[in-house]
Protein backbone atom coordinates (compact mmCIF):
# COMPACT_ATOMS: atom_id res chain seq x y z
CA UNK A 1 0.00 0.00 0.00
CA UNK A 2 1.46 3.69 -1.09
CA UNK A 3 -0.05 5.50 1.65
CA UNK A 4 2.38 4.01 3.63
CA UNK A 5 6.26 4.66 4.37
CA UNK A 6 8.19 1.52 2.69
CA UNK A 7 9.93 0.50 6.01
CA UNK A 8 6.60 0.77 7.94
CA UNK A 9 4.73 -1.38 5.50
CA UNK A 10 7.41 -4.08 5.36
CA UNK A 11 8.52 -4.32 9.17
CA UNK A 12 7.78 -7.21 11.34
CA UNK A 13 6.11 -5.90 14.71
CA UNK A 14 7.48 -6.85 17.99
CA UNK A 15 6.06 -10.45 19.04
CA UNK A 16 5.84 -9.64 22.99
CA UNK A 17 6.04 -12.86 25.29
CA UNK A 18 2.60 -14.87 25.08
CA UNK A 19 -0.03 -13.89 27.64
CA UNK A 20 -2.74 -16.33 28.03
CA UNK A 21 -6.51 -15.77 28.32
CA UNK A 22 -7.23 -18.03 31.32
CA UNK A 23 -3.60 -16.97 32.95
CA UNK A 24 -4.77 -18.11 36.39
CA UNK A 25 -4.77 -21.75 35.70
CA UNK A 26 -0.92 -21.19 34.26
CA UNK A 27 2.12 -20.82 36.02
CA UNK A 28 3.64 -17.70 34.23
CA UNK A 29 7.33 -17.74 33.57
CA UNK A 30 7.94 -16.45 30.28
CA UNK A 31 7.84 -12.71 30.33
CA UNK A 32 9.52 -12.01 33.72
CA UNK A 33 6.83 -10.41 35.48
CA UNK A 34 6.54 -10.10 39.29
CA UNK A 35 4.94 -13.13 40.72
CA UNK A 36 4.52 -11.48 43.93
CA UNK A 37 1.80 -8.65 44.62
CA UNK A 38 2.51 -4.58 44.29
CA UNK A 39 2.68 -2.80 47.84
CA UNK A 40 -0.56 -2.69 49.39
CA UNK A 41 0.48 0.95 49.59
CA UNK A 42 0.06 0.61 46.03
CA UNK A 43 -3.82 -0.48 45.69
CA UNK A 44 -4.29 2.03 48.69
CA UNK A 45 -3.18 4.74 47.13
CA UNK A 46 -4.47 3.91 43.70
CA UNK A 47 -8.04 3.52 45.30
CA UNK A 48 -7.43 7.01 47.12
CA UNK A 49 -6.50 8.42 43.93
CA UNK A 50 -10.19 7.38 42.37
CA UNK A 51 -12.23 8.68 44.72
CA UNK A 52 -15.64 8.10 45.62
CA UNK A 53 -17.35 6.94 42.51
CA UNK A 54 -14.01 7.70 40.01
CA UNK A 55 -14.55 11.10 40.79
CA UNK A 56 -10.89 12.22 39.96
CA UNK A 57 -10.91 11.05 36.65
CA UNK A 58 -12.57 13.31 34.49
CA UNK A 59 -9.57 16.03 34.56
CA UNK A 60 -6.54 15.19 33.40
CA UNK A 61 -3.91 14.21 35.49
CA UNK A 62 0.07 16.31 35.78
CA UNK A 63 1.80 16.48 32.40
CA UNK A 64 4.94 16.81 33.82
CA UNK A 65 4.50 13.65 36.80
CA UNK A 66 6.19 16.37 39.16
CA UNK A 67 5.75 14.14 42.19
CA UNK A 68 7.00 11.18 40.27
CA UNK A 69 10.06 12.79 39.61
CA UNK A 70 10.65 13.91 42.94
CA UNK A 71 10.26 10.64 44.83
CA UNK A 72 12.67 8.97 42.18
CA UNK A 73 15.40 11.58 42.70
CA UNK A 74 14.82 10.88 46.10
CA UNK A 75 15.47 7.53 45.38
CA UNK A 76 18.35 7.38 43.20
CA UNK A 77 19.77 10.84 44.97
CA UNK A 78 19.20 12.91 41.61
CA UNK A 79 17.42 16.09 41.22
CA UNK A 80 14.30 15.67 39.75
CA UNK A 81 15.54 17.71 36.62
CA UNK A 82 17.94 14.60 35.80
CA UNK A 83 14.94 12.57 35.59
CA UNK A 84 11.68 11.57 33.02
CA UNK A 85 8.64 9.42 33.99
CA UNK A 86 7.40 7.12 31.42
CA UNK A 87 4.40 5.10 30.47
CA UNK A 88 6.45 1.76 30.75
CA UNK A 89 10.43 2.07 29.96
CA UNK A 90 9.67 1.13 25.94
CA UNK A 91 8.13 4.85 25.62
CA UNK A 92 11.48 6.31 26.95
CA UNK A 93 13.76 4.07 24.68
CA UNK A 94 10.77 5.01 21.81
CA UNK A 95 11.70 8.23 22.71
CA UNK A 96 15.57 8.10 22.66
CA UNK A 97 15.57 6.66 19.39
CA UNK A 98 13.33 9.83 17.89
CA UNK A 99 15.32 12.27 19.68
CA UNK A 100 19.41 10.96 18.83
CA UNK A 101 18.40 8.86 15.74
CA UNK A 102 17.58 10.00 12.16
CA UNK A 103 16.63 8.09 9.35
CA UNK A 104 19.64 5.85 7.95
CA UNK A 105 22.06 6.97 11.05
CA UNK A 106 22.78 3.89 13.10
CA UNK A 107 22.27 2.29 16.51
CA UNK A 108 23.80 -0.65 18.33
CA UNK A 109 22.96 -3.34 21.07
CA UNK A 110 24.16 -6.61 22.03
CA UNK A 111 22.92 -10.30 20.39
CA UNK A 112 21.22 -11.60 22.76
CA UNK A 113 19.26 -8.84 24.54
CA UNK A 114 16.07 -6.62 23.92
CA UNK A 115 15.17 -6.98 20.42
CA UNK A 116 12.70 -4.07 20.81
CA UNK A 117 15.03 -2.20 20.35
CA UNK A 118 15.68 -3.06 16.55
CA UNK A 119 11.73 -2.87 15.62
CA UNK A 120 12.05 1.19 17.56
CA UNK A 121 14.67 1.16 15.05
CA UNK A 122 13.08 0.11 11.92
CA UNK A 123 10.27 2.31 12.83
CA UNK A 124 12.31 5.24 12.68
CA UNK A 125 14.11 4.38 9.42
CA UNK A 126 17.35 3.95 11.92
CA UNK A 127 20.43 1.19 10.88
CA UNK A 128 20.78 -1.46 13.30
CA UNK A 129 24.16 -2.88 14.09
CA UNK A 130 24.32 -5.98 16.75
CA UNK A 131 27.42 -7.24 18.35
CA UNK A 132 27.35 -10.79 19.95
CA UNK A 133 29.29 -11.65 22.99
CA UNK A 134 32.59 -13.48 24.18
CA UNK A 135 33.16 -15.87 26.50
CA UNK A 136 34.36 -13.78 29.32
CA UNK A 137 31.44 -11.91 28.61
CA UNK A 138 32.48 -9.01 26.76
CA UNK A 139 31.38 -7.31 23.68
CA UNK A 140 32.28 -8.91 20.66
CA UNK A 141 34.65 -6.55 17.91
CA UNK A 142 33.12 -3.54 19.79
CA UNK A 143 34.98 -1.00 18.06
CA UNK A 144 37.93 1.38 19.69
CA UNK A 145 35.38 4.33 18.84
CA UNK A 146 31.69 3.62 18.31
CA UNK A 147 29.84 6.00 15.52
CA UNK A 148 26.75 5.10 16.18
CA UNK A 149 24.19 7.60 17.40
CA UNK A 150 22.73 5.46 20.21
CA UNK A 151 23.98 1.81 21.85
CA UNK A 152 21.79 -0.40 24.20
CA UNK A 153 23.58 -1.87 26.87
CA UNK A 154 21.15 -4.27 29.06
CA UNK A 155 22.52 -4.80 32.07
CA UNK A 156 22.22 -6.94 33.53
CA UNK A 157 21.96 -8.69 30.15
CA UNK A 158 18.46 -10.95 29.61
CA UNK A 159 18.08 -13.37 27.97
CA UNK A 160 21.59 -14.57 29.74
CA UNK A 161 21.74 -12.87 33.50
CA UNK A 162 25.04 -11.62 34.26
CA UNK A 163 25.57 -7.79 34.66
CA UNK A 164 28.36 -6.06 33.01
CA UNK A 165 30.72 -5.12 35.46
CA UNK A 166 30.67 -0.86 36.18
CA UNK A 167 34.51 -0.34 35.04
CA UNK A 168 33.71 -2.13 31.64
CA UNK A 169 30.79 -0.23 31.20
CA UNK A 170 32.65 2.94 32.32
CA UNK A 171 35.05 2.59 29.15
CA UNK A 172 32.26 1.56 26.76
CA UNK A 173 30.76 5.31 27.46
CA UNK A 174 33.99 6.59 26.73
CA UNK A 175 34.57 4.85 23.38
CA UNK A 176 30.78 5.49 22.06
CA UNK A 177 30.76 9.06 20.10
CA UNK A 178 26.98 8.76 20.89
CA UNK A 179 24.85 7.93 23.74
CA UNK A 180 24.83 4.82 25.59
CA UNK A 181 21.92 3.61 26.72
CA UNK A 182 21.59 1.27 30.50
CA UNK A 183 18.48 -0.37 29.97
CA UNK A 184 18.60 -1.30 33.73
CA UNK A 185 15.28 -2.73 33.94
CA UNK A 186 16.49 -6.12 36.37
CA UNK A 187 18.82 -3.75 38.52
CA UNK A 188 16.97 -4.29 41.42
CA UNK A 189 17.49 -7.78 41.53
CA UNK A 190 21.46 -7.56 40.89
CA UNK A 191 24.38 -6.56 43.06
CA UNK A 192 24.99 -3.64 41.74
CA UNK A 193 24.02 -0.88 39.16
CA UNK A 194 25.42 1.90 36.61
CA UNK A 195 23.68 4.67 37.96
CA UNK A 196 27.06 6.69 39.38
CA UNK A 197 27.83 6.65 35.64
CA UNK A 198 25.36 9.38 34.38
CA UNK A 199 26.85 11.74 36.91
CA UNK A 200 29.88 11.38 35.12
CA UNK A 201 29.08 10.96 31.66
CA UNK A 202 26.78 13.39 29.80
CA UNK A 203 26.19 10.51 26.92
CA UNK A 204 25.03 7.94 29.20
CA UNK A 205 21.53 7.36 30.23
CA UNK A 206 19.96 4.73 32.60
CA UNK A 207 16.95 3.70 32.13
CA UNK A 208 14.35 1.72 34.75
CA UNK A 209 10.91 0.16 35.19
CA UNK A 210 8.45 -0.14 37.65
CA UNK A 211 7.31 -3.41 35.54
CA UNK A 212 9.48 -6.48 37.05
CA UNK A 213 10.79 -5.64 40.50
CA UNK A 214 7.86 -3.39 41.85
CA UNK A 215 5.42 -6.33 40.43
CA UNK A 216 3.74 -3.01 38.21
CA UNK A 217 3.69 -4.51 34.53
CA UNK A 218 -0.06 -3.94 34.44
CA UNK A 219 0.74 -0.40 35.29
CA UNK A 220 3.20 0.86 32.54
CA UNK A 221 5.66 2.95 34.69
CA UNK A 222 9.10 3.15 33.62
CA UNK A 223 11.52 5.92 34.00
CA UNK A 224 15.06 7.23 32.56
CA UNK A 225 17.93 9.13 34.61
CA UNK A 226 20.14 11.34 32.34
CA UNK A 227 21.43 14.92 32.17
CA UNK A 228 18.86 17.82 32.38
CA UNK A 229 19.66 18.32 28.66
CA UNK A 230 19.12 15.15 27.57
CA UNK A 231 15.47 15.05 29.45
CA UNK A 232 14.60 18.64 28.54
CA UNK A 233 14.61 16.76 25.04
CA UNK A 234 12.57 13.58 25.92
CA UNK A 235 10.27 15.74 27.68
CA UNK A 236 9.13 17.96 24.08
CA UNK A 237 8.94 14.25 22.20
CA UNK A 238 6.46 12.51 24.83
CA UNK A 239 2.75 12.53 24.95
CA UNK A 240 1.91 15.32 27.15
CA UNK A 241 -0.34 13.14 29.25
CA UNK A 242 1.78 10.25 29.07
CA UNK A 243 1.01 8.69 32.69
CA UNK A 244 -2.58 8.74 34.01
CA UNK A 245 -3.83 9.38 37.36
CA UNK A 246 -3.81 5.82 38.58
CA UNK A 247 -0.38 4.93 36.96
CA UNK A 248 0.96 8.58 38.85
CA UNK A 249 -0.31 7.61 41.87
CA UNK A 250 0.46 3.76 42.23
CA UNK A 251 4.23 4.84 41.43
CA UNK A 252 5.00 7.14 44.31
CA UNK A 253 3.25 4.88 46.45
CA UNK A 254 5.44 1.89 44.81
CA UNK A 255 8.59 4.43 45.10
CA UNK A 256 8.34 5.02 48.50
CA UNK A 257 7.51 1.67 50.24
CA UNK A 258 11.73 0.81 49.58
CA UNK A 259 10.77 -2.09 52.74
CA UNK A 260 8.31 -4.07 50.42
CA UNK A 261 10.28 -3.66 47.60
CA UNK A 262 13.90 -5.02 49.15
CA UNK A 263 11.54 -8.35 50.83
CA UNK A 264 10.22 -8.75 47.67
CA UNK A 265 13.30 -8.88 45.63
CA UNK A 266 15.49 -10.66 48.33
CA UNK A 267 12.84 -13.42 48.30
CA UNK A 268 13.18 -13.35 44.32
CA UNK A 269 17.11 -13.79 44.64
CA UNK A 270 16.88 -16.95 46.98
CA UNK A 271 14.52 -18.81 45.24
CA UNK A 272 16.91 -18.08 41.85
CA UNK A 273 19.80 -19.43 43.84
CA UNK A 274 18.28 -22.43 45.06
CA UNK A 275 16.69 -23.08 41.85
CA UNK A 276 19.87 -22.26 39.87
CA UNK A 277 21.59 -24.93 41.77
CA UNK A 278 18.97 -27.28 41.64
CA UNK A 279 18.98 -27.50 37.72
CA UNK A 280 22.73 -27.73 38.09
CA UNK A 281 22.52 -30.57 40.05
CA UNK A 282 20.06 -32.38 37.05
CA UNK A 283 22.78 -32.00 34.26
CA UNK A 284 21.86 -28.25 33.24
CA UNK A 285 23.85 -25.28 32.30
CA UNK A 286 22.53 -22.22 34.47
CA UNK A 287 24.75 -18.99 33.82
CA UNK A 288 24.80 -17.40 37.14
CA UNK A 289 21.94 -14.73 36.83
CA UNK A 290 21.68 -11.25 38.47
CA UNK A 291 18.16 -10.87 37.17
CA UNK A 292 14.54 -12.33 38.40
CA UNK A 293 15.50 -15.02 35.33
CA UNK A 294 18.01 -18.24 34.72
CA UNK A 295 19.11 -19.07 31.38
CA UNK A 296 19.06 -22.76 31.33
CA UNK A 297 20.88 -25.39 28.82
CA UNK A 298 21.30 -28.71 28.96
CA UNK A 299 23.90 -30.78 26.51
CA UNK A 300 21.52 -33.65 26.15
CA UNK A 301 18.34 -31.73 26.26
CA UNK A 302 16.70 -29.99 23.57
CA UNK A 303 14.97 -26.92 24.56
CA UNK A 304 12.11 -26.89 22.42
CA UNK A 305 10.87 -29.97 23.70
CA UNK A 306 11.42 -29.09 27.64
CA UNK A 307 9.23 -25.92 27.02
CA UNK A 308 6.84 -28.36 25.26
CA UNK A 309 6.84 -30.55 28.37
CA UNK A 310 6.31 -27.93 30.79
CA UNK A 311 3.58 -26.20 28.42
CA UNK A 312 1.81 -29.29 28.60
CA UNK A 313 1.47 -28.87 32.21
CA UNK A 314 0.49 -25.37 32.36
CA UNK A 315 3.61 -23.86 32.88
CA UNK A 316 4.95 -21.40 30.71
CA UNK A 317 8.53 -20.66 30.01
CA UNK A 318 10.29 -18.64 27.38
CA UNK A 319 12.03 -20.91 24.42
CA UNK A 320 13.72 -18.52 21.19
CA UNK A 321 13.98 -20.09 18.10
CA UNK A 322 17.27 -18.13 17.22
CA UNK A 323 20.56 -20.03 16.54
CA UNK A 324 22.19 -18.90 19.36
CA UNK A 325 19.55 -19.89 22.24
CA UNK A 326 17.30 -22.48 21.16
CA UNK A 327 19.32 -25.10 22.73
CA UNK A 328 18.25 -23.50 26.28
CA UNK A 329 15.45 -22.11 28.04
CA UNK A 330 14.51 -18.27 29.92
CA UNK A 331 12.92 -19.34 32.93
CA UNK A 332 11.58 -16.54 35.04
CA UNK A 333 11.44 -16.71 38.63
CA UNK A 334 8.01 -17.10 40.35
CA UNK A 335 7.74 -18.19 43.84
CA UNK A 336 9.23 -20.20 45.42
CA UNK A 337 6.52 -22.93 45.53
CA UNK A 338 5.67 -22.18 41.82
CA UNK A 339 9.54 -22.64 40.78
CA UNK A 340 9.48 -26.24 43.62
CA UNK A 341 6.44 -27.43 40.78
CA UNK A 342 8.69 -26.06 37.97
CA UNK A 343 11.53 -28.03 39.21
CA UNK A 344 9.52 -30.85 39.52
CA UNK A 345 7.81 -30.87 36.07
CA UNK A 346 11.86 -30.64 34.59
CA UNK A 347 12.48 -33.74 36.37
CA UNK A 348 9.00 -35.58 35.24
CA UNK A 349 10.25 -34.40 31.87
CA UNK A 350 13.56 -35.95 31.94
C1 LIG B 1 10.69 -5.83 30.41
C2 LIG B 1 11.78 -5.11 29.72
C3 LIG B 1 11.62 -3.78 29.28
C4 LIG B 1 10.26 -3.12 29.23
O1 LIG B 1 9.85 -2.62 30.39
P1 LIG B 1 8.47 -1.81 30.48
O2 LIG B 1 8.80 -0.80 31.51
O3 LIG B 1 7.45 -2.80 30.92
O4 LIG B 1 8.16 -1.18 29.16
C5 LIG B 1 12.70 -3.11 28.76
N1 LIG B 1 13.90 -3.70 28.64
C6 LIG B 1 14.10 -4.98 29.01
C7 LIG B 1 15.43 -5.59 28.86
C8 LIG B 1 13.04 -5.72 29.55
O5 LIG B 1 13.23 -7.00 29.89
Same mark, same amino acid.
Given at each position: MNLLRPNIASMNGYVPGFQP????SWIK???????YPPSPKVVEAILAELGPDGASLHTYPSASSQKLREAAGELYGF????IIMANGSDEVLNNLIRAC? +?? %?EEIGYV??????YATLAEIQGARVRTYGLTDDFRIA????????KIFFLTTPNAPLGPAFPVEYIEELAQRCAGMLVLDETYADF +?? %?????LVRKYDNVVVTRTLSKSYALAGMRLGLAIAHPEIIAALDKIR?????DRLAQAACVAALQDQAYLKECCGKIRKTREWFSAELRTIGYNVIPSQGNYVFAASPDRDGKRIYEGLFARKILVRHFSDTILCHGLRISIGTQPEMEKTLAAIKEIG
Open positions: ADIALNTNENSDPSWA +AE %GHPSYSYGFPERYEG +AD %GNALDDHYNL
